[in-house]
């Protein structure tokens, strides 16, 4: 067997889950901060003139509101997680009056990051002959190779210790998509 035959190994975790919303109301953002501010379920908070951003006890996830009555949630590891936190700040804004019912809340999720380990070492330089137009690397700007496959809504950042960032919109099937492209390439 030749080294061309031999798998690429992976190791593909999903480290964050980010998504948004639309409460389709305009928010009086000082209102809205003394409200979260009186909450005990609120671990963080803070505001700018454009924008609060808070964390909920035994959730994950930051969420981050807009005067505009848009909203997201980013750092959530899993789905389920995305899902909490975004059902207890509906629930709250629902019980305080502000919103008048869950229905009228717009949500989705939006991004899906995945570190991956290919568990070897990448030639960055060879990898990015092979890729092409598809791929970007700057050795001397940034040490790593960013990975845009057209067939794929999807962004690798490849290091040369074997270590991968894929960030898609699409989530797992996508990413698996994707690895078992960049995988073809590592085996050449």
Not at 41 to 55: F, G, K
Not at 180 to 186: E, G, H, R
Request: charge should be negative.
């Amino acid at each position: 067997m030749s080294d061309r035959d031999t798998e690429v190994a992976s190791v593909t975790t999903l480290v964050n889950v980010a998504g948004s919303g639309d409460l389709d109301v305009e928010l009086d953002l000082d209102a809205l901060f003394r409200l979260f501010k009186s909450l005990e379920s609120v671990s963080e908070l803070s505001d700018s003139n454009s924008r609060i951003t808070l964390s909920f006890e035994n959730t994950e996830g930051t969420v981050g509101v807009f005067r505009t009555g848009k909203y997201n949630i980013m750092g959530s590891s899993s789905c389920d997680s995305l899902k909490n936190t975004n059902e207890r700040l509906i629930g709250i804004l629902v019980d305080s009056g502000v919103i008048d019912s869950p229905t009228s809340v717009s949500f989705f999720r939006t991004n899906y990051v995945y570190t991956v380990d290919f568990e070897r070492e990448i030639n960055l330089n060879s990898l990015d002959i092979l890729l092409g137009t598809e791929a970007e690397y700057e050795p001397e700007q940034y040490p790593f190779l960013i990975y845009r496959p057209s067939t794929l809504n999807c962004t690798m950042t490849l290091s040369s210790s074997g270590k991968c960032v894929v960030n898609s919109p699409k989530g797992r099937e996508t990413v698996e998509m994707a690895l078992d492209l960049i995988k073809t390439y590592l085996k050449e």
